[in-house]
């Protein structure tokens, strides 16, 4: 059970900020949220990661409610490279990655 | 630091076959992870390797087997291979394999199995 829900796909005007949801309303309070990437046919791309506190790093920002039950990954000026699927993942079992669907963005000229 | 790679990335063969993939960690990891990607499961864990040892198995076949030498590198291994195996296997290092903040899983590139 991957434990989370994400929408199927989304668009995004290229240069504008990409706001990917995810709710992972079950999660542990030792869970990390993941998240990763994939572009077409290549191997997931570790993006950032949260427990607890905001994250940035030089891809995105994870913003993580206080309740913990959803989050938002922020990619602030979007590009056409950008366009991948992205998964959200908070069930891990140690090198096991429970992945779900995940969210189609298309980012479009 | 180079990356996770595989090998072959991509790969033909024909049913009742058996195959070999090989997965190179990044240096100093000791934990590799297989899956499978396929368009109608999507990405599902076949097993992780630690220290030599199988550490935490998915629910597939015992056609599908692994190994994990003292140098870290892992190989996969399909047996009898069966059209539904035709997909994308994806390996997976960390440093100890576990839920730390610290341990975090980086993908290799892929070996794409057609199965004819």
């Known amino acids: 059970d991957a434990k989370t829900t994400q929408p199927t796909s989304m668009d995004c005007a290229e240069g504008r900020a990409a706001n990917l949801p995810c709710n992972h309303s079950?999660?542990?309070?030792?869970?990390?949220v993941y998240w990763y990437r994939q572009i077409h046919s290549q191997g997931p791309q570790y993006i950032i990661h949260g427990l607890k506190n905001n994250e940035t790093n030089e891809m995105a920002s994870l913003i993580i409610t206080e309740d913990r039950k959803s989050s938002t990954l922020i990619l602030p000026h979007a590009t056409l490279r950008d366009t991948a699927v992205y998964y959200c993942?908070?069930?891990?079992?140690?090198?096991?990655?429970?992945f779900g669907q995940g969210t189609e963005l298309s980012v479009k000229p | 630091k180079a990356g996770v790679t595989q090998t072959p990335r991509y790969l033909i063969k024909t049913r009742g076959q058996q195959v070999t993939l090989s997965c190179s960690p990044i240096?100093?990891?000791?934990?590799v992870s297989w899956y499978q990607q396929t368009p109608g499961q999507g990405l599902q864990f076949l097993f992780e390797y630690f220290s030599e040892t199988q550490r935490n198995k998915g629910n597939f076949p015992g056609r599908f087997s692994g190994r994990q030498f003292s140098n870290s590198r892992s190989e996969m291994n399909v047996s009898t291979l069966e059209l539904g195996d035709s997909a994308l296997y994806l390996c997976a290092s960390s440093s100890t394999g576990t839920s730390r903040s610290t341990d975090t899983q980086y993908f290799g590139p892929g070996t794409r199995l057609t199965v004819l």
């Open positions: 993942i908070v069930s891990r079992q140690g090198g096991k990655l429970i």
């Open positions: 079950t999660i542990s309070g030792n869970e990390y």
């Open positions: 240096s100093g990891h000791r934990s």
